[in-house]
């Protein structure tokens, strides 16, 4: 049997399960049995996304890019503070939008396909020095400081900031095993429940190689109405 034959014949032995499964085993086959290819489609799909964006706003420079990890709030998150409130209040123009996103990714033996695609997508737009700023959970925190992803803001704030939020600071380890200022709590700020963000996501990070690193403390700044 020509190889033109066996696929047709695998073909017609697919489609024959197929008919004889309820709805609910043929979505059960699909996914064990598919679960590997369709999120290897779904990763390309993903990155290819990630390349025609960039292609796309090749002309437009964002004044700011967030990305919001792991929101549990029982309410709708809302990035109207930061997409309208923000950037007006910073007077940026009409090519330089802030970007607001939000994703939920897991590690370990509860990592997800989702949780992948997710890390690769900020580990795209990371090495392409788009993203400024993460909110998150402790534990994605930790991650990328440990990957010395985020900036020490021991460091990066300007000393009337830093004197302001010192109480406010959440220490991860960094890539050397030593504590950073790797995020700024702002659990309980105006800004936080205007975004109905959660207080375990509430920890406000700068990428250690933001291109707006002025632009993200501007924000911090506005976020305690400094």
Known sequence: MSLKDQLKEEVRVERQKMKEMS?????????????????G?????????????????ASIHPGLYCIIVNNRSAQELD???LEKDF????????????????MY?????????????????????VASQELDILMGDEENINQYASLDGLADLKELLPADVLSAVDGCLFYAPDGAGQPVAAAV???????????????????LSIFSNSPH?????ALIRYIFDL
């Open 79 to 81: 990035v109207s503070p």
């Open 213 to 217: 690193t002025d632009n993200a403390v």
């Open 105 to 125: 990714i897991s590690y370990g033996d509860s990592a997800t396909e989702l949780s992948y695609a997710s890390m690769a997508k900020i580990s795209a737009l």
């Open 185 to 203: 709590d702002i659990s309980g700020t105006p800004m936080a429940a205007a975004m109905h963000l959660s207080d375990e996501a509430a920890h």
């Open 87 to 102: 950037y007006e209040y910073m007077g940026f123009g009409q090519k330089e939008p802030v970007y607001v996103e939000s």
């Open 23 to 39: 709805f609910q085993d043929k979505l059960w086959y699909i996914w064990e049995y598919y679960k590997f290819h369709i999120g």
């Open 41 to 57: 489609v779904f990763l390309v799909i993903l990155l290819v996304s990630v390349v025609v964006t960039s292609v796309r706003n």
